[in-house]
């Protein structure tokens, strides 16, 4: 079971293909085998990468609460980088790991090709507190009552019911692999990353100087993360943005062969230099 050491703690990965790296970042529900999709599909014209973060087995999960942080998360990937050699690569993200991949390439743009944005913006619009006691309130049910205690409502919120709608198997599969992370991982992630992480709508001026290409996808059912899209469409000068019509948060998982598309379609764009920042006289019409 291949192992990196990133900042002192053991990552599991999966590296299959070869050519220009790829490494695709889990959301909070999912690890390193959310991407499967992706990795089967995208392995024979690139090296492709996934892993499971911290508090997510295989890879080490820290009993110190302290050990997470989303500055930590984006630390980790950069040690995995490293780890394996790899100087620079297209960053792929979901929800969770749509942050660390905005962050990512915010903080280390040299190392970027590209980033793709995926299911993100939660709790970057609306009430913030109430997106705080909502966390906190999962954090500790997850403690008291492990993982089965929260797993019908959570893979079956507003923002999911449609992967079971669109695929009962590919859902149960999902459902399965949720229930099988560690509740104390899951809880200080929780608490250390989606509570403590800034929304995107206070990097706004960061966003602006980045030059990094971009692509945004989200669901349009997936309305928690509506604003915070947009408002990274207005504000990263070479980003795009492709809405799912008919799809919820796990867009990777709901529909794998449209997202791989669109995917494969913009980093072929970006590696051949036909990825350019949109006229700053244009006015955008979101």
């Known amino acids: 079971m291949p192992k990196a050491n990133s900042n002192g703690i053991q990552l599991h990965y999966e590296d299959t293909g070869s050519g220009i790296p790829i490494v695709f970042v889990h959301e909070f529900a999912g690890d390193y085998r959310s991407w499967e999709h992706q ?15 911290r508090g997510y087995h295989p890879s080490d999960v820290p009993e110190d609460p302290a050990a997470y942080g989303q500055d930590i998360q984006v630390d980790d990937l950069r040690g995995l980088l490293d780890a394996l050699g790899i100087d620079k690569a297209h960053i792929c993200g979901l929800s969770m790991g749509s942050y660390t991949t905005l962050l990512f390439g915010l903080k280390y743009p040299e190392r ?23 966390v906190q309130a999962m954090s500790e049910k997850m403690l008291q009552s492990g993982m089965a205690a929260i797993a019908e409502n959570y893979t079956l919120s507003p923002q999911r019911v449609q992967l079971q709608n669109k695929s009962p198997r590919a859902w149960e599969e999902f459902r399965r692999q949720f229930d099988e992370h560690s ?9 250390g990353v989606q509570m403590k992480r800034p929304s995107v709508t206070e990097l706004g001026d960061q966003m602006a100087k980045m030059t990094v290409p971009a692509l945004i996808l989200l669901g349009d059912e997936d309305d928690p993360g509506m604003e915070g899209s947009i408002f990274m469409k207005r504000h990263i000068p070479r980003a795009g943005f492709e809405v799912f019509a008919r799809s919820g948060h796990a867009i990777n998982l709901e529909e794998p062969e449209r997202f791989n598309r669109a ?3 913009f980093i072929t764009a970006v590696d ?7 006229d700053p006289r244009a006015k955008i019409g979101l």
């Not at 509740?183 to 608490?191: E, F, K, N």
Request: net charge positive; aromatic share 10%.
């Open 263 to 265: 995917l494969l379609d």
């Open 112 to 134: 970027t090709r590209s980033l793709t944005i995926a299911g993100s913006g939660y709790g970057s619009g609306g009430n913030r507190e109430e997106f705080h006691a909502s």
């Open 272 to 278: 051949a230099g036909r990825w350019e920042a949109r």
């Open 183 to 191: 509740a104390m991982g899951s809880a200080y992630t929780l608490r």
């Open 39 to 53: 990795l089967r599909a995208l392995s024979s014209r690139y090296r492709c990468i996934s892993y499971s973060a």
